[in-house]
């Protein structure tokens, strides 16, 4: 029992002084994002239905705020979308679909040391994303709004400017989950994922 008592005490120690020999950073950062957004947009009516590919490239912006402990990072982060459109002309009548996408999302992130001053990373999140679906054409426009559950993994390289300001490159894939729009016609769903591009740059306080 001494034994065993004496031994956690020891464990406890040694975890305490891990604990402390890392030093916690605080760091903000903001990237500029270029998106491939797929849209698959689903009609269901009652005569019938198609399926169609919204696909669009969009621009956005992300803003986080994180803490780095050792090769890890966790951070906060907010993104914020252009709406992704398509422009549809059948039989002499036009309509549009658009979908807006910002979300909100926790990222961890592990820095792979490499003696240099490039950093490559990896990294995960987990998060929610705001959708908002539309269909108009010339006579009507109706939308829905709808929160998901939204996750992303992705990799990168940061380059040291100097022992503060980082210069970022990435790349992630996102899905944002989906959204329907719901009429007595039928249905429109939109379901989106996205290939992101990113640059921007980490300042570490």
Same mark, same amino acid.
């Given at each position: 029992?001494?034994?065993?008592?004496?031994?956690?005490?020891?464990?406890?120690?040694?975890?305490?002084?891990?604990?402390?020999?890392?030093?916690?950073?605080?760091?903000?950062?903001?990237?500029?994002?270029?998106?491939?957004?797929?849209?698959?947009?689903?009609?269901?009516?009652?005569?019938?239905?198609?399926?169609?590919?919204?696909?669009?490239?969009?621009?956005?912006?992300?803003?986080?705020?994180?803490?780095?402990?050792?090769?890890?990072?966790?951070?906060?982060?907010?993104?914020?979308?252009?709406?992704?459109?398509?422009?549809?002309?059948? /039989?002499?009548?036009?309509?549009?679909?658009?979908?807006?996408?910002?979300?909100?999302?926790?990222?961890?992130?592990?820095?792979? /040391?490499?003696?240099?001053?490039?950093?490559?990373?990896?990294?995960?999140?987990?998060?929610?994303?705001?959708?908002?679906?539309?269909?108009?054409?010339? /006579?009507?426009?109706?939308?829905?709004?709808?929160?998901?559950?939204?996750?992303?993994?992705?990799?990168?390289?940061?380059?040291?400017?100097?022992?503060?300001?980082?210069?970022?490159?990435?790349?992630?894939?996102?899905?944002?989950?989906?959204?329907?729009?719901?009429?007595?016609?039928?249905?429109?769903?939109? /379901?989106?994922?996205?290939?992101?591009?990113?640059?921007?740059?980490?300042?570490?306080?």
């Amino acid at each position: 029992m001494n034994k065993t008592l004496l031994l956690a005490g020891v464990a406890a120690c040694l975890f305490a002084a891990n604990a402390n020999a890392v030093e916690l950073k605080q760091y903000v950062s903001g990237k500029l994002t270029y998106s491939d957004m797929s849209n698959d947009v689903k009609y269901t009516e009652e005569d019938g239905g198609a399926k169609e590919k919204a696909d669009d490239n969009v621009l956005g912006g992300s803003f986080a705020y994180g803490i780095k402990a050792g090769a890890v990072r966790t951070e906060l982060e907010l993104n914020i979308h252009e709406d992704a459109e398509k422009k549809y002309t059948e /039989d002499g009548e036009s309509w549009k679909n658009s979908l807006e996408n910002n979300s909100i999302m926790l990222n961890a992130y592990y820095d792979i /040391d490499t003696g240099t001053k490039f950093t490559p990373y990896v990294g995960a999140g987990i998060g929610m994303a705001r959708l908002k679906g539309k269909v108009a054409d010339t /006579d009507e426009s109706i939308s829905k709004s709808k929160t998901n559950f939204a996750w992303q993994v992705g990799a990168g390289v940061s380059y040291a400017m100097t022992d503060n300001l980082s210069l970022d490159a990435g790349y992630r894939y996102m899905d944002s989950g989906d959204v329907t729009i719901k009429e007595d016609w039928g249905k429109v769903k939109f /379901d989106s994922t996205s290939h992101e591009f990113l640059l921007g740059a980490r300042y570490t306080f």
